[in-house]
């Protein structure tokens, strides 16, 4: 596995990738994805209402890279570069609309069902107040999120000991956790995916989104 080169992946996200009009008014692709040279992580500013502290840094399992297969002929890349514009493309239309979600206060430690979303410019992921759904509990730039943790992945460690205990055993696997840095502090908050399909389908798209959103210039 590698980093992506100019012209692997998601070329088309230049343009908008939907299919008919009313999607065309909900999502805006400005740039192209990153290439290998632009792939730093931006340092952060954002709305950290909600959320804590984060925990001092793990080794997390290489979020970052490998989003696309080496080597092949060039048809299995191809093959691979449609799936991944298809993969993003259903799940950004999904994201804006709203995916169902629980948020762990950690406060109360208590999973409260409710969605994220993403804006339609693909710069922002937030998750919706579970009493208010049209306001953001917690909220972050795309571009400013330093890591993804999955607890399936990486992990009991790289969690807040007092979410993993409120979560029942069953669930652990789709413990997800962003942190993100603003003001030069280091921030984060946790959700539950719905399922581990759900899970999956989550990590592969923000990994790519955040690594489109610090190619667009000023991100």
Not at 54 to 73: D, E, K, T
Not at 137 to 158: K, M, Q, T
Not at 179 to 202: I, N, P
Request: hydrophobic fraction near 35%; proline fraction near 6%.
């Amino acid at each position: 596995l590698r980093a992506p080169q100019p012209g692997d992946m998601l070329n088309g996200l230049q343009q908008c990738c939907c299919t008919d009009a009313k999607d065309r008014n909900n999502l805006t692709f400005a740039q192209p994805l990153a290439t290998a040279e632009n792939m730093g992580l931006v340092r952060i500013g954002g709305d950290q209402s909600g959320a804590h502290p984060a925990l001092p840094s793990s080794q997390p399992s290489a979020p970052w890279s490998g989003l696309v297969n080496s080597g092949g002929a060039e048809e299995a890349k191809q093959v691979e570069k449609s799936r991944l514009q298809g993969l993003v493309t259903t799940f950004a239309k999904q994201a804006v609309r709203g995916c169902p979600c629980k948020y762990i206060n950690e406060g109360s430690n208590v999973a409260v069902a409710t969605q994220y979303r993403i804006d339609k410019n693909l710069e922002t992921f937030g998750i919706a107040n579970p009493t208010r759904p049209a306001d953001l509990e917690v909220s972050c730039p795309i571009s400013c999120i330093e890591d993804i943790y999955s607890l399936f992945e990486d992990g009991d460690s790289s969690f807040p000991a007092e979410v993993v205990k409120a979560v029942r055993p069953e669930h652990r696997d789709l413990l997800l956790m962003v942190v993100y840095r603003h003001d030069g502090q280091m921030f984060r908050f946790c959700f539950l995916e719905e399922t581990r399909d759900s899970r999956d389908v989550f990590l592969e798209c923000l990994r790519i989104l955040c690594i489109y959103a610090q190619s667009v210039p000023n991100a």
